[in-house]
């Protein structure tokens, strides 16, 4: 069964650093495609950072050159490092990966969300 696990969450002071993990587990042997996402009280989900299968990053306007997204393929792991963070990006982040796994000696691929993890950046 595939499951993304997230962590590296929590509070932190205005300007300070985090990163945040999601690590796929089961029969995975590819990531295809990664989104990070964030929703805050009141708001809709806003996607933060995506990788796309060709290894392109692409940035929200609100994080660029403060958040970098990366992966490490050896590890089914995706990353999303946070620097300068600000009040304002205080919400949980959430983690959704296309993956590509095996069932019995099949293939198959997938969607998959993160359970969240909360950001908390006081002022």
């Known amino acids: 069964q595939v499951q993304l696990v997230e962590s590296g969450g929590g509070l932190v002071q205005a300007g300070g650093s985090l990163r945040l993990s999601c690590a796929a587990s089961?029969?995975?042997?590819?990531?295809?495609?990664v989104g990070w996402y964030r929703q805050a009280p009141g708001k809709q989900r806003e996607l933060v950072a995506a990788?796309?299968?060709?290894?392109?990053?692409n940035y929200a306007d609100s994080v660029k050159g403060r958040f970098t997204a990366s992966r490490d393929n050896a590890k089914n792991t995706v990353y999303l490092q946070m620097n300068d963070l600000k009040p304002e990006d205080t919400a949980v982040y959430l983690c959704?990966?296309?993956?590509?796994?095996?069932?019995?000696?099949?293939?198959?691929?997938?969607?998959?969300w993160g359970q969240g993890t909360q950001v908390t950046v006081s002022s």
């Open positions: 959704n990966m296309d993956l590509s796994y095996l069932i019995g000696s099949y293939s198959a691929t997938g969607n998959y």
């Open positions: 089961g029969s995975v042997f590819r990531i295809n495609a």
């Open positions: 990788i796309g299968s060709g290894g392109d990053s």
